[in-house]
């Protein structure tokens, strides 16, 4: 696995394990990582099938396998026990963590965290992350550049229709480029964590969680988004819900206070 890494131990805060959202790497986390260097340290490993890391062994693994690959890590780090922040696709597997091994966790904060309406799942599960392999034609390339563009503004991105629209003013230029090396990167095996993140069961494992955990939306979220993570919230005693800005230093900040709570 290829892992980013920031801060220092110490012995006032755990070590933060932070996991990326599909479909590219940790690279679009740094900032996040950076923020959280500052008081602890960080690992943020590229998950098994994007960016620099392995593919994943099985061919259809589940959020089930990605949670233990967390654990893994985590033995091969010496690390007992970390808080963890995870993003969408990561979100997930953090959620599994508080379900699976919540002696690995200590506290959960989720980045967005919903489940969709049957038709609408499985219209995802069948369109949204296809298997690619590389042609001498190029048309991967071309398919990678404007499957990156295409998630800037609608969502799902493969529905380019004013009732998908998301209003963001898109990526720059050097953004979408290192976005769609990412994507390259892991061509043939950028779908598996995908397709396991849709097909999780997010609303049955919620209610199973044994660690505090925090679900964070953003204000500039899709009201679905930030619906549905209110919906999650209140599944669990152990949830509570926030809704953040866009900037990465008030995500890091209520993470970090929701991790120093006593």
């Not at 098994?48 to 593919?55: I, P, R, T």
């Not at 007992?80 to 699976?100: I, L, N, P, Q, W």
């Not at 001498?136 to 071309?142: E, V």
């Not at 899709?222 to 209140?234: A, D, Q, R, Y």
């Amino acid at each position: 696995m290829h892992i980013r890494t920031c801060g220092k131990d110490n012995s006032a805060h755990l070590p933060v394990y932070v996991v990326h959202p599909s479909p590219a790497s940790a690279r679009g986390m740094e900032p996040i990582i950076r923020l959280f260097g500052e008081t602890r340290r960080v690992i943020a490993p590229d998950t098994l099938g994007n960016g620099d890391s392995a593919a994943p062994s099985p061919d259809e693994p589940d959020i089930t396998y990605f949670a233990d690959s967390v654990v893994r890590l985590l033995d091969k780090l010496g690390l007992e026990k970390v808080d963890f922040y995870g993003s969408h696709t990561g979100g997930r597997t953090g959620c599994e963590m508080a379900v699976r091994h919540p002696d690995r966790v200590r506290r959960v904060v989720i980045d967005g965290l919903v489940e969709y309406e049957p038709e609408l799942k499985a219209q995802i599960l069948e369109n949204y992350a296809p298997a690619v392999t590389p042609d001498d034609h190029g048309g991967h390339l071309s398919w990678a550049l404007n499957f990156v563009r295409d998630q800037a503004f609608f969502f799902p991105y493969f529905m380019r229709d004013a009732d998908h629209a998301l209003g963001n003013p898109g990526r720059t230029p050097e953004h979408l480029h290192a976005h769609t090396v990412d994507v390259l990167k892991g061509l043939t095996t950028y779908h598996k964590a995908y397709l396991a993140a849709f097909r999780y069961p997010a609303k049955e494992r919620m209610p199973q969680i044994k660690v505090p955990a925090l679900i964070m939306a953003g204000e500039s979220d899709p009201p679905h988004l930030i619906k549905g993570t209110e919906e999650m919230s209140v599944l669990s005693d152990l949830a509570d819900m926030i809704v953040v800005g866009r900037d990465p230093s008030e995500k890091v900040a209520a993470a970090n206070a929701f991790f120093d709570k006593s």
